[in-house]
């Protein structure tokens, strides 16, 4: 984020919905988020869902906890998240969820 552009920021976005449009990931990826937070054991994730995919759900989870941290830095980070919640505004993919989400986040 460090050049000033958004667009670097709503790749992640489209990542995450990318992949939290994909089987029950969505929450996944925000349990995984949550757990990261609170540095809990992920050894119940890698059991359900496997290593592999585990770890990829977790590379999606640490770019949003790293722009949520962005957006509480950043004026043209929160507005971005802004709009792009406007975007997704009805349901519109996972991507609204994501920002929303992140959005609503007090401490990450």
Same mark, same amino acid.
């Given at each position: 984020?460090a050049s000033g552009d958004f ?20 929450? /996944? &990826?925000?349990?995984? *988020? #949550?757990?990261? /937070?609170?540095?809990?054991? *992920?050894?119940?994730? /890698? #059991?359900?869902?496997? #290593?592999a995919k585990t770890r990829d *759900? *977790?590379? &999606?989870? =640490?770019?949003?906890? =790293? ?6 830095q950043r004026e043209f980070v ?5 709009? %792009? ?5 009805? %349901?519109?993919?996972?991507? %609204? ?6 959005? %609503?986040?007090?401490?990450?």
């Amino acid at each position: 984020m460090a050049s000033g552009d958004f667009r670097y920021a709503a790749k992640v976005l489209a990542r995450y919905a990318e992949v939290a449009n994909a089987d029950d990931n969505a929450l /996944v &990826v925000m349990n995984l *988020l #949550e757990a990261r /937070v609170k540095n809990a054991d *992920l050894q119940p994730f /890698v #059991e359900k869902y496997g #290593e592999a995919k585990t770890r990829d *759900l *977790l590379v &999606v989870a =640490s770019a949003l906890w =790293s722009l949520a941290t962005n957006a509480q830095q950043r004026e043209f980070v929160r507005k971005g998240l802004h709009q %792009g919640q406007r975007r997704q505004a009805g %349901g519109q993919g996972a991507g %609204g969820a994501a920002v929303t989400a992140i959005r %609503g986040r007090r401490r990450c």
